[in-house]
């Protein structure tokens, strides 16, 4: 009997050191804007480095689960928000540890809860007046180059290895990044490569109709999106490239926005369990082989 309570004792402290672990690290850092002071939420390797990295973008719902109660209006170094990094969105923390236990320190760029919508917008809010204040076009592509300068700087960093990721909203603002980037319109530091999830590809999302890229991107649609339209996406990929070539378009038939969402509701669709099970089997892999 001993010996099995100590083993569950064992076994607790495990699991309560694996959650502490868990828990990215709060950071603060300029956007590019000049003006504006970004939360971010850092994960990492346990050991060694320097490391690749990777900047992650949210969609229009932010960067926080949405059953956590109560205003997470000015998210910040002096707030008293209840949103911070132990209420991320399962997909941002699934795919934070998911980069960290494959050897990234991953930065998740929080563009909405410093400028006092941390709870983000509802579906088919993109017209709204207020989200002009944190748009994809000329706002957020600033922030994705701010986490970018900060973390070039890091000693635990490899600075000519900084990848980027972005979600629906966060998406288009990953496809803008780069086209900005391959334009010679943003900073010194440059991103390695891109991963884009169903963004917005309709003419007030994007900067142009035929991206300019100067580093590799993979972009990833479900067929049944229900946000967005995929086939847009997809033409504008085809008319899209650069030095590091087009696009490469992974497809994914009877997917939905979302897919990768680990939650029941997203994985009771078998289209999204096969896509994100694919993604996951291969997104690793295809960023340690950009050269």
């Given amino acids: 009997m001993r010996a099995r309570l100590l083993l569950i004792a064992a076994v607790l402290a495990a699991l309560a050191c694996t959650a502490q672990a868990a828990t ?4 603060y850092f300029s956007s590019a804007d000049g003006r504006t002071e970004l939360v971010g939420y850092l994960f990492k390797p346990a050991v060694g480095g320097p490391h690749a990295a990777i900047v992650m973008l949210h969609g229009r719902a932010g960067p ?26 399962a997909r941002h923390e699934s795919w934070g ?9 991953a930065l998740l760029v929080d563009s909405f809860g410093p400028r006092g919508r941390g709870h983000g917008y509802g579906r088919g809010t993109h017209e709204d007046p207020d989200r002009e204040a944190v748009n994809e076009l000329t706002v957020r592509p600033l922030d994705a180059q701010g986490g970018l300068a900060w ?16 979600w629906s909203n966060g998406g288009s603002t990953a496809l803008n990044a780069m086209h900005r980037q391959a334009r ?4 010194p530091a440059r991103f390695k490569a891109a991963l884009v999830f169903y963004p917005g590809c309709g003419n007030k999302a994007l900067l142009a109709r035929k991206l300019q890229l100067d580093a590799p991107l993979w972009l990833f649609l479900g067929a049944d999106d229900e946000e967005v339209s995929p086939s847009i996406c997809r033409e504008v990929a085809a008319r899209s490239g650069g030095p590091a070539g087009a696009p490469t378009v992974r497809w994914f038939n009877d997917a939905t926005h979302d897919f990768d969402d680990p939650g029941k509701s997203r994985q009771a669709v078998p289209g999204n369990r096969i896509a994100r099970d694919e993604v996951l089997g291969q997104a690793a892999a295809l960023l340690d082989a950009v050269p």
């Fill in 151 to 166: 973390l070039v700087q890091r000693a635990d960093v490899k600075p000519d290895r900084v990848m980027l990721q972005g």
């Fill in 64 to 89: 926080y689960s949405s059953k956590v109660g109560g205003s997470c209006t000015q998210v910040g170094r002096d707030s008293s928000s209840p949103c911070g990094a132990r209420t991320l969105s």
């Fill in 97 to 105: 540890e998911y980069w960290a236990g494959h050897g990234y320190v």
């Fill in 24 to 27: 990215p690290e709060t950071v």
């Fill in 184 to 187: 010679g319109e943003a900073g």
